[in-house]
């Protein structure tokens, strides 16, 4: 089993749906979370970072983490074809051995429909 | 201020041969990691060095080895390469606070090895 699932996708919406990307973790250890975005044939892009659980906003994007469950989210907004892109869920655990560490999903790729 | 830089961009070996990927990172971080991402998978941790010193390895062979200079750029080795080596390679500057860091990615350097 895989530290970190991720359902690979495609995600397809129609522009201006709200979409829902997922994860779930297997490692109770993980605290740190965050949301990357990647286009084809680019590195990822920091997009959110959350500490623990609880919620974060950042403009049309919000990330959830449940750690009671396991699972973490992120929301977005408004979608545009610009949205358009392979969305990445990464974690770490704290302490100095697991620093500059993380653990990724797969990725979920999404297509935003004009 | 620049990002993070990596060069080069595109590499084509065969099998058997040494390539050596750098990076730099952002101006006032000590710190890189360096991840492997294959086609249609998250990336995935291979080394981290803080400060010169290797402070992390992931579950790679030891034809993998990286450095750091004291200009906290980086190179990223690999010999006797075999054809699942064809991936990109990915290198990450963190900011380091603590026990935690935020990780920002470079566009990679593509890997093909025939």
């Known amino acids: 089993q895989k530290e970190v699932e991720q359902d690979p996708g495609p995600l397809s919406v129609p522009e201006g749906a709200i979409v829902s990307l997922n994860c779930t973790y297997s490692n109770s250890a993980f605290q740190y979370f965050m949301w990357y975005r990647q286009y084809s044939r680019k590195g990822p892009e920091l997009l959110m970072y959350?500490?623990?659980?609880g919620n974060k906003e950042d403009g049309r994007f919000t990330a959830q983490v449940d750690k009671s469950s396991k699972y973490i989210s992120l929301f977005i907004r408004d979608s545009q074809p610009s949205d358009s892109a392979t969305y990445l869920c990464?974690?770490?655990?704290?302490?100095?051995?697991?620093?500059?560490?993380?653990?990724f999903g797969q990725g979920t790729t999404l297509q935003v429909k004009p | 201020d620049a990002g993070v830089t990596q060069s080069p961009t595109h590499l084509i070996k065969t099998r058997g041969q040494h390539v050596t990927l750098r990076c730099s990172p952002i101006s006032g971080h000590k710190s890189v990691s360096w991840y492997q991402q294959v086609l249609g998978q998250g990336p995935q941790f291979i080394f981290q060095y803080y400060e010169k010193e290797e402070r992390g390895r992931g579950n790679f062979p030891d034809r993998f080895s990286a450095r750091q200079f004291p200009n906290y750029s980086s190179e990223l080795n690999v010999n006797a390469l075999l054809l699942g080596d064809s991936a990109l390679y990915l290198c990450a500057s963190n900011l380091v606070r603590g026990l935690t860091d935020t990780q920002y990615f470079g566009p990679g350097t593509r890997l093909t090895v025939l």
């Open positions: 990464a974690m770490s655990a704290s302490g100095s051995s697991n620093t500059g560490k993380l653990i």
């Open positions: 959350t500490y623990s659980s």
